[in-house]
């Protein structure tokens, strides 16, 4: 697999969440990444990216001041800190390239935020 995504859980509205992805493609340490998710009967969006060396990053408007993007190139690692859960981060969480190219995608990582 190219991306393996880890570290969802099921976790109270208000509480927090680091998400994992290292990522097994031979370019990751040039290339724009970011974390897409999918909630029950919606389309996968796109939550958050970083580009190549860590030094721009980029939400959208529901995620602002609760997620943070960040990126380990050594380890060929992305990671997402979320904070402030609520329900509707309710989704599996996947992380590649931005744009996304050939459609490859790892099995995600389930994010379940409930009381």
């Known amino acids: 697999a190219q991306y393996e995504e880890s570290g969802g859980a099921l976790v109270q509205p208000g509480g927090s969440l680091r998400l994992s992805c290292p990522a097994s493609i031979p370019t990751f340490s040039s290339k724009t990444m970011g974390w897409f998710r999918q909630a029950p009967g919606q389309v996968r969006e796109e939550v958050a990216r970083i580009n190549w060396n860590g030094m721009s990053t980029d939400y959208t408007n529901s995620v602002k001041g609760r997620f943070t993007i960040s990126r380990d190139n050594a380890k060929n690692t992305l990671y997402l800190e979320m904070h402030r859960l609520e329900p509707e981060d309710t989704g599996t969480y996947y992380c590649?390239?931005?744009?996304?190219?050939?459609?490859?995608w790892g099995l995600g990582t389930q994010v379940t935020v409930s009381s």
């Open positions: 590649n390239t931005v744009p996304v190219v050939g459609g490859d």
